[in-house]
């Protein structure tokens, strides 16, 4: 019996991605079928984004026409955004799901996601031109494009965490959580960015594992899946710094090999300014605040900050205070955000998370200091870059608060962050038994997340 335990304990690290198949497969199929409809952060926007790149508009708009079937079905449910009272009833469930496309168009602005590239929209895109191929009603089509969604998104993360080296145990707990869970089965672009992210650091932990530089095709897979996370989301610019790392690319010209990542990393930059760029000027803003909380100018925001430094001190207070919050929607806030778990969850949560840092930590190959330093200074400007860009854009001018960060956007970058965690020592047998845990702690959600969703959507 020992026995079996052990060799249980042994094999399970290299077949985390199974194991993550086997939890992460039936709870995104739930939430996507269950889920009501455009109940995820901007799914109405994200949406009409993936509607557009359907239909050939790539580029980048501040809106766009849709056929207003999927009016029909927002109509349905409009009132239950930011609102835990509010049930998915059982008419409003006839209601949605006979909706009906009616041939007509309508112009909805959708600037937040008109101006995201369209890399982040493509298997939604899939689904809307499938589902109207084969007659599928608005609300079908929505299901059909979350459910193409996530399995681009869970395809891809478990071959990442197939390949990855360091940063794997973390990487399995983040994917596993609540907010990963829903965001996979939504219509938005974050699990094509977490996903991609999580491909881009495993095969970087991989080639630094084996102490061998990326190989061509490697390479090409890097930057080109960096290139989609940072244009869909420009403070992900800040994970370029990763290009830098010691020994990653192979040296040109008897140069240091850093000298070809910071190359990339300039490339990166080039495109992802140049596509913005050219988005704020085509749509005139990047994100449309909500009424009532003031006059925001990007540019006006930036004036003002330079001119006043010390309301960094401030912000930077604003941003701890509310840190718990972050926390909670990293963990899992679903819905609108409205959709909370347990109290009791996030501390459990924390816990395995927690555990995942020291199964990391516990055993492996040291990281050289310069690749831990790295991808430490890359995760917190990739904070510091949510922050300041939510406070140009969302913010209203002069205001000693920063509106619009949610928990998610920080999910990427804690997975960059993981590969360079340092070693604190060299047990295999603590290493197996820590990720066991992990594992095993996986089962909470299975049990607490399905009531959480049919008892805020359906009996209250």
Excluded at 28 to 53: G, K, Y
Excluded at 110 to 121: D, E, I, K
Excluded at 133 to 143: I, K, M, Y
Excluded at 309 to 332: C, D, K
């Amino acid at each position: 019996m020992k026995e079996a335990a052990r060799s249980a304990l042994r094999i399970l690290p290299p077949n985390l991605h199974w194991v993550f198949l086997l939890f992460a497969i039936p709870q995104v199929v739930f939430l996507a079928l269950w889920t009501p409809p455009f109940q995820t952060p901007d799914e109405p926007a994200h949406f009409d984004r993936a509607w557009q790149i359907a239909h050939l508009q790539i580029g980048p708009h501040s809106g766009g026409f849709a056929d207003t079937g999927a009016d029909h079905i927002w109509d349905y449910v409009a009132g239950m955004p930011h609102n835990p009272n509010a049930l998915y009833t059982k008419a409003e469930q006839v209601g949605a799901e006979s909706a009906s496309w009616t041939g007509q168009s309508t112009f909805r602005e959708f600037p937040n996601t008109g101006t995201g590239a369209l890399t982040g929209y493509l298997p939604q895109a899939m689904g809307i031109l499938i589902g109207r191929a084969v007659g599928l009603g608005p609300w079908r089509t929505l299901e059909l494009a979350r459910l193409l969604n996530a399995a681009f998104g869970i395809a891809v993360c478990a071959l990442a965490l197939s390949w990855c080296r360091s940063g794997k145990v973390i990487m399995f707990a983040v994917l596993l959580m609540p907010m990963s869970l829903s965001l996979f089965a939504s219509c938005g672009q974050d699990a094509t960015l977490i996903a991609l992210t999580c491909l881009a650091f495993a095969t970087i932990s991989k080639q630094l594992d084996a102490c061998r530089p990326l190989s061509r095709v490697q390479a090409t897979l890097v930057i080109v899946a960096l290139l989609v996370v940072a244009v869909s989301r420009p403070p992900y610019l800040a994970l370029l710094p990763v290009l830098l790392f010691p020994g990653l690319f192979e040296q040109w010209r008897n140069r240091p090999s850093w000298i070809r990542g910071f190359c990339f990393a300039c490339l990166t930059f080039v495109i992802t300014v140049t596509w913005w760029v050219t988005a704020m000027h085509t749509a005139r803003a990047v994100a449309t605040p909500m009424a009532g909380i003031g006059p925001v100018d990007a540019k006006l925001q930036l004036v003002n900050l330079l001119h006043h430094p010390g309301m960094l001190g401030n912000l930077l207070s604003y941003a701890f205070q509310h840190r718990t919050e972050y926390i909670a929607q990293f963990i899992g806030c679903l819905g609108w955000l409205d959709t909370v778990m347990p109290g009791i969850y996030y501390l459990a949560m924390i816990l395995v998370f927690a555990v995942a840092v020291l199964a990391e930590m516990s055993h492996g190959r040291r990281p050289a200091k310069s690749v831990t330093v790295l991808s430490i200074a890359a995760c917190c400007a990739g904070v510091a870059a949510v922050l300041l860009v939510e406070y140009l854009i969302w913010t209203p001018v002069g205001a000693a608060a920063i509106y619009g960060v949610q928990g998610r956007y920080f999910i990427p970058l804690v997975i960059a962050v993981a590969v360079g965690l340092p070693r604190l020592g060299n047990s295999l047998k603590d290493q197996e038994v820590l990720t066991a845990i992990v594992v095993a702690a996986q089962l909470i959600t299975v049990a607490v997340l399905p009531h959480v969703i049919m008892a805020r959507y359906y009996t209250g």
